[in-house]
């Protein structure tokens, strides 16, 4: 069992930047890739960013490509969403996510195992 641990929420105004932390305890996140996603108020859970094991593979949600960076230290078992000039849009709560994905990066929900309690990310305008 994995269990995931999200860190780094919080206020910030439009055009700032903040670091979403993810900490991973239970077991060795061998050969899982991570991911972000997110749920605005009143939306479903939407796909942010994705990264693979050896962390040479990521993919973006086209609302935050070159806004947002994932990285992950497998030493540590974290992985980080740095995310720089945010939106009053980019307002929801952010979840972090494992999976063994066939493909290395995917979007869906669906294929991902284990799911952190999310952190709360606030943008005002």
């Known amino acids: 069992q994995v269990q995931l641990a999200e860190s780094g929420g919080g206020l910030v105004q439009a055009g700032g930047s903040l670091r979403l932390s993810c900490a991973a305890s239970?077991?060795?996140?061998?050969?899982?890739?991570m991911g972000w996603f997110r749920r605005a108020p009143g939306k479903e859970r939407e796909f942010v960013a994705v990264?693979?094991?050896?962390?040479?593979?990521?993919s973006y949600a086209d609302s935050v490509k070159g806004r947002f960076t994932i990285s992950r230290d497998n030493a540590k078992n974290t992985v980080d969403l740095r995310m720089n000039s945010l939106k009053p849009e980019d307002t929801a709560v952010y979840y972090c996510?494992?999976?063994?994905?066939?493909?290395?990066?995917?979007?869906?929900?669906?294929?991902?195992?284990?799911w952190g309690q999310g952190t709360q990310v606030t943008v005002s305008s």
């Open positions: 996510a494992a999976g063994r994905l066939p493909n290395l990066v995917a979007s869906e929900d669906s294929l991902y195992n284990y």
């Open positions: 990264i693979s094991w050896g962390g040479v593979t990521s």
């Open positions: 239970g077991r060795t996140l061998w050969n899982y890739s």
